[in-house]
């Protein structure tokens, strides 16, 4: 690998559910930063893949450090389809870093 092809401004180590608010706050910004990860959210992933899924108990006060607006006459998440709400936070920029 090129070592310039390496160089950046900002290094994340890791996509989860607490980066990605900073990974498109450095891409609204024009940061030039990189993504170490073997893979994106990796507990909800392996969840997915293993056929789990569950209702996910939180509270109000939690979701308020959301950037999502959330109605609150509904439901909360089960475990599958709050990580098809994270994949869907994937842009294909932020995937190919």
């Not at 989860?16 to 930063?33: C, E, I, R």
């Not at 569950?54 to 308020?64: A, H, Q």
């Not at 950037?67 to 389809?81: G, I, K, Q």
Request: hydrophobic residues 40%.
């Amino acid at each position: 690998t090129d070592a310039t092809a390496m160089d950046c401004e900002v290094c994340v180590i890791g996509l989860g559910v607490s980066s990605l608010p900073l990974l498109k706050l450095l891409q609204h910004s024009g940061t030039d930063f990189r993504v170490v990860t073997s893979t994106a959210f990796g507990i909800w992933r392996k969840l997915a893949d293993a056929g789990e899924n569950f209702d996910l108990v939180t509270t109000i006060e939690s979701t308020n450090y959301s950037w999502w607006d959330y109605d609150y006459d509904f439901p909360f998440y089960t475990a599958r389809s709050y990580y098809e709400k994270l994949l869907a936070e994937l842009t294909p920029e932020l995937e190919e870093r």
